[in-house]
């Protein structure tokens, strides 16, 4: 009879990948991060543990969005405070911080659960090529 065993906190195994984002739609690069930080691509994924890896996302100023969504796609956050709703385009904020555009369409992909902290402090993204984590990635 074969045995389904469960990973346990102590044996998980961490590694590290490198994606270049440069001329790749946004929404299919971020289900790829998330899928690699929830840890689902492992054999042994266990969905209650933090299993998945680091991920290095360069190049995110040549990120790609298909149709009109540069001028029409709107990111919104409220201050809190009575008429606080704050909105900025996909174009100024490109501008501003093109890393927060790729932090956010990850993060929104993950899973709304105690685990999505954990995992979105494991993505890191650069503006170039160049990132200080270049003898951990293989």
Same mark, same amino acid.
């Given at each position: 009879m074969q045995k389904t065993t469960q990973l346990k906190k102590e044996e998980i195994k961490r590694k590290?990948?490198?994606?270049?984002l440069a001329g790749r739609t946004l929404g299919r690069a971020a289900t790829e991060i998330a899928k690699?930080?929830?840890?689902?691509?492992k054999p042994d994924y266990t969905p209650h543990l933090d299993s998945g890896d680091y991920v290095v996302a360069l190049n995110s100023k040549a990120?790609?969005?298909?149709?009109?969504?540069?001028e029409n796609k709107f990111y919104h956050h409220h201050t809190g405070y009575m008429g606080g709703l704050k909105s900025i385009s996909f174009d100024k904020l490109m501008e501003k911080?093109?890393?927060?555009?790729?932090?956010l369409a990850v =993060? #929104?992909? $993950?899973? =709304? #659960?105690? $685990?999505? =902290?954990?995992?979105i402090k494991r993505l890191m993204?650069?503006?170039?090529?160049e990132h200080p984590y270049g003898e951990k990635i293989n």
């Open positions: 590290w990948h490198k994606i270049d690699l930080l929830i840890g689902k691509h990120i790609q969005v298909s149709g009109k969504k540069r911080d093109p890393n927060r555009i790729i932090k =993060k #929104n992909m $993950l899973p =709304k #659960n105690k $685990l999505r =902290k954990q995992r993204v650069f503006e170039g090529k």
